[in-house]
């Protein structure tokens, strides 16, 4: 695990719930579109009204104490699946048709396995969120005039990582029953960087599927099936 930041946190391998259907790899590889998984979520609270920004609240603490939020949720939910993101299994970082290069700081490319890649979005991340410079957090110290283009950066990355995890790992996290956190985090995040126009849709039209169903407030039926089993 990387970047493991909750030292109790622990896996619990021996689900029951392992999915083994047969379908076609196309279907396969869009198990998350099922509805019996996208139905499943930890809440559904009104997630537009939790990301506005609250009158009291500057814009720039708001998008700051977000960002590093979900940085922390999203490495967390990373590491749950980091076992099986490996060099082999994930040659590159990809999610659908899209693989995902790294630029170095000199704006180098380069091809990197989905575990190098995560690890140089969590490292620059990591970086960025405790830089006392960028996310100021000592009173009267302003944010530098590049904040928003950096958050905006973080999201971008943060997204690519969400988007591995559902194309490559959803199985694993069904596995690990997490997809009722994944999709709620999921959600919460696209419905925040809509609302700050964090990341260019063009960006994230690769999971517009999903971001369709799961940012939809569930009809009053399907919610018999919340997540209490744990
Ligand atoms: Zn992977």
Redesign the pocket.
């Known amino acids: 695990m990387r970047f493991k930041r909750n030292g109790s946190y622990t896996l619990n391998r021996k689900s029951k719930t392992k999915p083994n259907g047969k379908k076609t790899p196309a279907e396969e590889k869009k198990h998350y579109l099922e509805p019996e998984y996208t139905k499943v979520r930890v809440v559904d609270s009104d997630l537009k009204e939790l990301v506005v920004l609250p009158r009291e609240i500057d814009l720039n603490e708001w998008l700051a104490s977000n960002t590093t939020t979900f940085f922390n949720l999203i490495n967390l939910q990373y590491s749950t699946?980091s076992e099986?993101?490996t060099g082999d299994?994930?040659q590159s970082m990809t999610a659908c048709n899209t693989i995902y290069y790294w630029y170095d700081e000199k704006g180098k490319k380069s091809k990197c396995t989905?575990?190098q890649y995560v690890d140089f979005v969590m490292s620059l991340v990591q970086k960025l969120v405790t830089d006392e410079d960028i996310f100021p957090t000592k009173y009267g110290k302003e944010f530098p005039n590049s904040f928003e283009s950096l958050v905006k950066k973080i999201c971008r990355y943060l997204f690519h990582v969400l988007a591995?995890i559902y194309w490559?790992?959803f199985k694993e996290t069904v596995a690990l029953e997490l997809q009722g956190h994944l999709n709620t985090l999921y959600a919460h995040f696209i419905v925040f960087v809509r609302e700050f126009n964090l990341v260019d849709p063009k960006d994230m039209c690769v999971m517009d599927d999903l971001s369709e169903v799961l940012c939809t407030p569930l009809p009053p039926n399907a919610q018999q099936n919340h997540v209490t089993e744990r």
């Open positions: 699946i099986f993101c299994t994930c989905a575990p591995h490559a790992h």
